[in-house]
């Protein structure tokens, strides 16, 4: 029986960075739409690999080689690669190979809400053929403005996940049950603001953990704020997120910008307290209802930690539950294909 082929398409696929998350849960969706889903990208544990897509290759992908990794495709879904211009030269290559066929763009960063890409007019690009999701609706309005006509999906996320073993894991890190432990489960670069995150944690008297590791160029000023930090830090990546989350005692969030923001979200659903910085669309999240530390309010934070309130905490998780399903992503994706007459 033919099963219509669908390919994802971005620099890396299948790792721990936001985009490969969220475009893991869209592979499931699109699975369970009818699609068979194949993977294809420059980094990552993907179906294709093709040389030249990752962040860090000095050359454009091969037409032939794209072209090849995507001839079965009869719909294809692009995760942020025409959207960030990380690589414009591989940008380029893959809009012009999917000019004219069935694609459906999801926005997660484009140009314009980064200082350093600003100046960056190209991308999205935009065809007859295609069509266009965002993952907020900050940037829905923008690309309206820009001409370009977008729908919002946000994020999914699987709204009973596992409990996690707070006690296995603080053992692994060293640390017994009375120490304050705030987590930071990001990738290490500067707009994450960790910085202010070792402030907090050092003005609540704790002990910081940093998840992930340093890319962008920030290995130096990595090593640098670490150094001068004023309170005992982890940097350790290998651990479950589940585990993470049952450990912390506080989610530190203190970005400065982000196109989402999982975190938050994936503490409502852990009942964990979280700190989170005044970024855009973390507004516009919170907005919803969240009961959501400022990450400067340092005094806020520590009356909740020395004496919590379930109530605020199951507040967050059941809002979670209601605006950030992974069914919910699944309904408004078809909803999208249907009228685009794209579902199998």
């Known amino acids: 029986m033919h099963r219509t082929r669908c390919a994802i398409v971005s620099f890396r696929l299948g790792m721990a960075d936001g985009v490969s998350v969220v475009a893991a ?34 050359e454009p992908p091969n037409t032939a080689d794209l ?85 919002t999906i946000y994020n999914g996320f699987d709204t009973n996940p596992s409990a996690g073993d707070r006690d ?12 304050l432990l705030v987590a930071h489960p990001v990738r290490a670069i500067a707009r994450k603001n960790i910085p202010a995150a070792l402030e907090m944690t050092a003005a609540l008297g704790g002990t910081y953990w940093l998840l992930g590791r340093a890319e962008e160029g920030y290995d ?20 479950p997120i589940e585990d993470v989350y049952a450990a912390a005692d506080l989610i530190a969030f203190p970005s400065t910008w982000e196109g989402f923001g999982n975190p938050p979200i994936e503490a409502a659903l852990h009942r964990r307290a979280v700190a989170v910085g005044p970024y855009p669309v973390g507004a516009e999240l919170a907005a919803l209802g969240f009961d959501w530390f400022a990450a400067d309010d340092i005094g806020a934070i520590a009356g909740f930690l020395s004496d919590p309130d379930p109530a605020l905490l199951e507040r967050n998780r059941s809002l979670a539950e209601e605006h950030f399903s992974y069914q919910r992503v699944l309904e408004l994706l078809a909803t999208e294909l249907e009228q685009a007459g794209w579902l199998p």
Request: aromatic share 4%.
């Open 220 to 239: 130096a000023e990595l090593a640098r704020v670490l150094d001068a930090a004023a309170c005992p830090w982890i940097h350790r990546s290998h651990a």
């Open 168 to 179: 296995s894991t603080r053992a692994l890190l060293g640390l017994d049950d009375a120490t």
């Open 67 to 151: 072209a090849a990794a995507l001839a079965d495709a009869e719909l294809v879904v692009v995760e942020n690669l025409l959207t960030i211009p990380m690589r414009l030269e591989a940008s380029r290559v893959v809009a012009d190979q999917l000019r004219g066929r069935p694609t459906l763009l999801h926005h997660h960063d484009p140009p314009w809400q980064r200082d350093r890409y600003a100046h960056i007019t190209e991308l999205p690009p935009d065809d007859p053929a295609w069509r266009h999701v965002t993952i907020n609706d900050l940037t829905r309005r923008q690309m309206a403005e820009r001409g370009i006509e977008a729908v």
């Open 25 to 58: 849960s869209w592979q499931r969706a699109l699975q369970e739409l009818g699609f068979d889903v194949v993977t294809v990208a420059g980094e990552g544990p993907v179906d294709r690999r093709v040389r030249g897509l990752a962040i860090d290759d000095h």
